[in-house]
Structure formats: structure tokens, C-alpha cells
């Protein structure tokens, strides 16, 4: 089995400040780390990996500091990573990015053909979720999003079933091989690198590819030229003058705290007793 797992670094959110004169985030300074959803797709890809046997391929697309997160994926059990790194890839939306990754892909399956790949369901820095569906659209692979749980592959009959979560359940799906799946945070839990690992981590040659090397057909499908997204503007929320309302309770009936409350959102918001009347009443 071969399975390709698609990784991206991202600034950590938790430390991302916005500029107040020019409105652009401020990463200078700021950590890099391993998209956490895309973590829990290698997670499920080192199970099949420990199930099955065969290789587990890291690809990112990023520029030359990203191969720390790929070495990383290698310490927790990746068998290889490539990082696809070219000036031409700069300010690459989710349309070029779904584009290059699909074209290393492409060139990594004339290698050894691919099975499986796997994806973080989103990014924290974009959030679009676009991605992954963008290189399963243009590698012609089977689809399953937002997957809970791999309930069994059958590397014979080359089928996978998987559980999907859905607005108002869990949808059971069986597809074929090769497949392109997006992992739900918090479907696994990340397993601790062994020091043989992370010795070999160290050790271990990160293929860089540029963008002759990921077979990249087509100059205005990548970077800038291949980005029809355009960002205008970005900025932080803005600070909350109200302050929270305290309700003590102990020395007081719980109902007639929750009745007091009620009755103060409904004189500040006159027209919101109204409108919940009639929702309730429809």
C-alpha cells in the first residue's frame, strides 16, 4: 500500500497579530507548526502503514524552512517526504495549490502507484477546506470528507469504507481505490515518535522538488497567475466595550433569575420578543 499524505506549515495561530496601520498579518516572529488537522491524517495513514505494511510519502508544498515539518511527520513514522518549493508557487491560492499538489502527486504515483491520499479537513491559516477536494477533482479520485472512521480496506477487492460525520449523523460510505480522504479532528490521537525515528528523521534526505521536478505543465495555473482569490483586506475583531452581565444565583430562585435575565435582553432588543414569538408560533 502507498499512501500519500498532504501537509502544510502554518504559523501558529495562538501567536498571529495583526498589523493596526497596515492590516496584514504580522509572522515575523511568530512559530511555524504541522497544521494540526493535517496530523491527524498521518496518524490514520501510519495506522493503515502498521496494518498493511508498504510506504507512507509526506508532500508539502511550502518554501525551504517547511521541510522541519516534514522531518517532524518522519519522526513520528513517515516513510519519505518531498517538499515542493519553487519562487513560482508564491502567493498561491487553494485553486494553484490544488493544482501543484496534484501535479507532484501525479509525478510521485509514476514512482509507485498511490492508493490513498490524505488530508487535514482544513487549514487553520485559511480555513477553506477547498484543498483537498480541489486534488481529488483533478486527479480523478474517489472523494470521502470529513471521515471519522476508516471502518475497513480491502486491498483485494481495492474498495474502503469509511464513516462520514454529517449534519444530522453519521453517513456510512463504500467506495473503490484510489481514494482521496479528509480526516476529522479528533478521530485519533497522535502517537509519540519513537528515537529510532527520530534519529532517522535527522538522517533522512527530504526530496526537494521544484516545479520541473512536480511535472508542472501549465506556468499560469501556479502562483499569482493561477490565484484568481483575492484577499482585500485583513483585520482582528474588535474589542467588546459591553461587559458580561453577572446574575447571582445563590441567594436568589434560579427561575426567577433566568425570568429577570430574559426580561433584560428583551428591553434592550425591543423587537426580539416579538420575532421569537412568531418563530416559535410558525
Known amino acids: ?29 511568530v512559530p511555524a507548526i504541522v497544521n494540526p488537522y493535517d496530523l491527524f491524517a498521518l496518524e490514520e495513514a501510519l495506522r493503515l502503514k502498521d496494518q498493511f505494511g508498504g510506504r507512507v510519502t509526506m508532500l508539502c508544498m511550502g518554501p525551504p524552512q517547511a521541510e522541519d515539518a516534514l522531518r517532524k511527520c518522519i519522526s513520528f513514522g513517515a516513510t519519505d517526504a518531498i517538499l515542493v518549493t519553487d519562487r513560482a ?24 502507484a498511490v492508493d490513498l491520499v490524505f488530508t487535514g479537513k482544513q487549514t487553520i491559516d485559511g480555513d477553506t477546506a477547498q484543498v483537498g477536494p480541489g486534488i481529488a477533482k483533478r486527479l480523478g479520485l474517489n472523494l470521502l470528507t470529513y471521515v471519522s472512521r476508516i471502518v475497513e480496506v480491502d486491498l483485494d477487492a481495492r474498495r474502503i469504507r469509511v464513516e462520514r ?30 528515537m529510532d ?10 526530496r526537494k522538488w521544484n516545479k520541473d521536478d ?20 485583513v483585520f482582528g475583531p474588535t474589542p467588546r466595550t459591553e461587559k458580561a452581565d453577572v446574575q447571582v444565583v445563590a441567594d436568589s430562585n434560579p427561575q426567577d ?3 429577570n435575565l430574559i426580561q433584560k435582553i428583551f428591553t434592550t432588543h425591543p423587537t426580539l420578543e416579538e420575532e421569537t414569538v412568531e418563530r416559535l408560533s410558525a
Not at 508557487?89 to 509525478?107: C, K, M, N, P, V
Not at 512536480?214 to 483586506?233: F, M, N, Q, R, Y
Open 1 to 29: 500500500m502507498h499512501i500519500v499524505v498532504c501537509i502544510k506549515q502554518v504559523p501558529d495561530s495562538a501567536q498571529i497579530r495583526v498589523h493596526p496601520v497596515t492590516n496584514t498579518i504580522m509572522r515575523q516572529g
Open 89 to 112: 508557487f508564491a502567493g498561491a491560492d487553494t485553486l494553484a495549490t490544488s493544482y501543484a499538489l496534484a501535479a507532484a502527486i501525479r509525478r510521485i504515483g509514476q514512482e509507485q
Open 165 to 194: 460525520r454529517a449534519e444530522g449523523g453519521v453517513q456510512l460510505l463504500d467506495t473503490t481505490l484510489p481514494s482521496l480522504i479528509t480526516m476529522l479532528e479528533g478521530t485519533n490521537e497522535m502517537r509519540f515518535a519513537s
Open 197 to 206: 525515528d527520530m534519529l532517522r528523521a535527522g538522517r533522512c534526505p527530504v
Open 214 to 233: 512536480a511535472g508542472i505543465e501549465d506556468l499560469t495555473k501556479i502562483g499569482l497567475k493561477g490565484s484568481p482569490t483575492i484577499v482585500s483586506k
Open 257 to 259: 433569575v433566568c425570568l
